[in-house]
């Protein structure tokens, strides 16, 4: 039985296209190839698999105004973080094209011989892409699994196809053998359980929601299956009265309104001192209303609409909750569109203040002291990013060691750069992406042994 999806532009709910999605015995056939094309890939040299990955990055690079345009009509994103997020997957190409030359393991002293480690790629690894950003993901994943000499299948998320495939096609263009890079659109509950299941995958990357992710970990115990996960967070922003208060008020709204809020780092807790509060809230306001949220085919807007009717409704029941302190203004008429909003939180065990919102939504709080705001900033099953504005670099030191989450920013809301590790502490995840590890995540150490005899 064949079956697809119907791709909608959330900015103006118009079909895109129709995308065929892959059952269960095409999900196997296309694992059962990647298993095959390994071995031939694992035994390339390092240099040519390095010389395929920098053919693939100058590909996308040529078509990173395409598969822009693909990411605008598909997931509504701005111009400008479309851009971005297609030359991430170069970027992220080129950095992690170096990796194959540069896999060593260690020579460790022994008695008797000599012993030396290798890093040795798993076979098929299935990465498993979520809708709020199709293409970094998927890149962080593909980027350095096949750089340390896997083979990949990926599932792209059911709503945000388009790019994912297209990267496929780039990738057979670049001379990446076929069977080494496949993309499987389809259902997560047809295609992505069958990557937790099928033996010859032998790595899952998932990143999506805290819920699928603990389903994931669950079934990859059966087969000791690896996993990569990143899921939900629930970030702090925290503002100490002594920062630059016009510029953490000014930079605030990018920190949760980016991507429509769409965004597993979003800061969407804003934690701010006391004695600043009342100035903060009033600085937040105007840079609040002054968020240009428009259809995104003009460049000039800076959020555009959620991903679909359902992601609306969800954000909408968790604003019908609790009481508006004031929004900014979104376009009528269709589209998936919800206003960036701001809500002053009296008690952290509001929804609004635990749940991740995944939209434009954000709750600010006043604190007391310094350990206020590190216990409050932690009083959550999450742990993925969070800033600290403070002009005090001994405060900066001990909150940024305080807070028990993987990516910090100090009077910043930088959050992921490919050369740096990404991930979660507590339940925002499990291992690390990027950074000059990955490869080794997508690795078994193997120690050998040779005797002087
Ligand atoms: P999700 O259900 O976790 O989906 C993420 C990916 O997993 C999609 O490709 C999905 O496929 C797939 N999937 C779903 N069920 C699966 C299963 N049983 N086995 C294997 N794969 C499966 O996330 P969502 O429903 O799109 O979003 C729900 C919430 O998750 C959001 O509101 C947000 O709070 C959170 N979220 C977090 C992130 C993040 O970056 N941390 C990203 C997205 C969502 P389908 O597309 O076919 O469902
Ligand atoms: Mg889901």
């Given at each position: 039985?064949?079956?697809?999806y ?13 995308v ?10 296309a694992?059962e ?23 693939f ?6 078509h ?16 400008g ?65 096949l ?65 699928v ?61 006391r ?5 903060f ?16 085919s ?37 589209g ?21 919102v ?19 900033a ?9 800033s600290i ?24 809301h930088?959050?992921?750069?490919y050369?740096?590790?990404?991930g ?7 291992g ?5 590890d ?11 042994f040779?005797?002087?005899?």
């Amino acid at each position: 039985m064949s079956t697809t999806y119907t791709v909608v532009n959330p900015a103006t709910e118009e079909a895109v296209v129709e995308v065929h999605l892959a059952d269960l015995a095409e999900t196997d056939a296309a694992i059962e190839r990647a298993a095959e094309a390994f071995p031939a890939w694992r035994d390339m040299a390092p240099g040519d698999r390095a010389t395929l990955l920098r053919r693939f990055a100058a590909i996308v690079d040529e078509h990173v105004d395409e598969l822009a345009e693909l990411e605008v009509r598909n997931s509504g994103h701005t111009w400008g973080n479309a851009t971005w997020e297609a030359r991430n997957v170069r970027d992220v190409l080129n950095y992690y094209s170096a990796a194959p030359e540069r896999l060593t393991g260690h020579q460790i002293p022994v008695a008797g011989g000599i012993n030396v480690t290798f890093h040795e790629p798993l076979g098929v690894v299935g990465i498993i892409v979520p809708w709020n950003f199709p293409m970094p993901i998927a890149g962080w994943g593909f980027g350095p699994a096949l750089a340390a000499g896997n083979t990949v299948v990926l599932k792209p998320a059911e709503l945000t196809p388009l790019t994912a495939v297209r990267l496929g096609e780039l990738a057979r263009e670049a001379g990446v053998p076929e069977g080494v890079f496949t993309v499987i659109p389809g259902k997560g509950s047809i295609v992505g359980e069958r990557f937790v299941t099928h033996p010859a995958v032998r790595k899952v990357c998932f990143t999506g929601s805290t819920e699928v992710g603990k389903k994931i970990m669950a079934g990859a115990a059966d087969q000791v299956k690896r996993v990569t996960l990143e899921l939900g967070g629930k970030s702090a922003n925290i503002v100490f009265a002594d920062a630059d208060l016009a510029k953490a008020a000014a930079a605030a709204p990018s920190a949760v309104f980016d991507n429509a809020g769409q965004d597993c780092c979003a800061r969407s807790r804003i934690l701010v001192e006391r004695s600043a509060y009342d100035e903060f809230v009033a600085l937040l306001e105007p840079a609040v209303k002054g968020v240009k949220v428009l259809d995104p085919s003009d460049r000039t807007s800076e959020m555009g609409p959620l991903i679909s009717a359902a992601q609306r409704s969800t954000v909408q029941g968790f604003v019908d909750e609790v009481e508006v302190a004031f929004a900014g203004s979104s376009p009528d008429g269709s589209g998936f569109w919800f206003a960036p909003t701001v809500v002053l939180a009296g008690d952290t065990q509001q929804r609004i203040w635990r749940e991740e919102v995944f939209g434009p939504v954000v709750a600010v709080m006043p604190f007391d002291s310094e350990e206020d705001a590190v216990r409050l900033a932690n009083d959550t099953e999450f742990g993925l990013s969070g800033s600290i504005f403070t002009r005090d670099l001994g405060r900066a030191l001990r909150v940024s060691r305080g807070v028990e989450a993987g990516n910090l920013s100090v009077n910043s809301h930088s959050s992921v750069r490919y050369w740096t590790p990404f991930g979660g502490f507590k339940q925002s995840g499990l291992g690390r992406e990027l950074g000059p590890d990955a490869p080794h995540s997508f690795t078994d150490v193997k120690n050998v042994f040779l005797s002087n005899d």
